[in-house]
């Protein structure tokens, strides 16, 4: 007759239990680390641009000579943050007004409204947008239509004999689409 018992049916199965237990937090954990680790990039991806502030680059849009006094002139340039895949939506347009000899004043192509292209017409002297109607005085002010606000306003310099404009990346709009 030996000592020893045979393990009696109760504790068989407390024992099978913690390490199922155990087995199944592991798993849940490693499952849960490596769920992580594949989401970080995305997560990087998606959360990045709210803390990288914008790029603002001169670029040169002409000589100074290119324009008149009174007058607004299109301009094009390349948005300071275009993606490589951007091409020909990496342009960017501005408005330029030569308002006296050394002053000038530029905005942005885009209407506040939706970001359609707004384009100047001479003789009423009003930026019309043809996407809703929106109308903004010379000064870049709303005088009609749905836009919230008036158009964005570059900032211009003279540098060497030719005029350059501070861009940006292309201003959103502010109206909460429903």
């Not at 592991?26 to 991806?45: D, K, R, T």
């Not at 004999?161 to 861009?167: A, D, K, R």
Request: hydrophobic share 40%; with cysteine.
């Amino acid at each position: 007759m030996s000592d020893q018992q045979p393990p009696t049916p109760t504790d068989q199965p407390c024992c099978q239990l913690k390490r199922r237990t155990f087995l199944t937090r592991v798993s849940v954990i490693l499952g849960a680390i490596i769920g992580f680790m594949i989401a970080l990039p995305g997560i990087g991806y998606v959360l990045a641009p709210i803390f990288r502030k914008p790029k603002h680059k001169w670029r040169t849009v002409g000589k100074l000579d290119d324009f008149k006094v009174g007058g607004f002139v299109l301009v094009q340039y390349e948005d300071p943050s275009p993606v490589i895949w951007a091409g020909v939506t990496a342009k960017a347009g501005a408005w330029i007004r030569r308002a006296s000899e050394t002053e000038f004043i530029a905005f942005s192509i885009n209407c506040r409204h939706l970001g359609c292209p707004v384009r100047w017409v001479d003789d009423p002297k009003l930026f019309m947008c043809p996407c809703h109607g929106g109308v903004y005085y010379e000064d870049g002010t709303v005088a009609a239509g749905p836009p919230p606000e008036p158009l964005y306003k570059l900032n211009v310099r003279i540098r060497e004999g030719l005029v350059e404009i501070e861009t940006e990346p292309t201003p959103l709009t502010l109206t909460t689409l429903t």
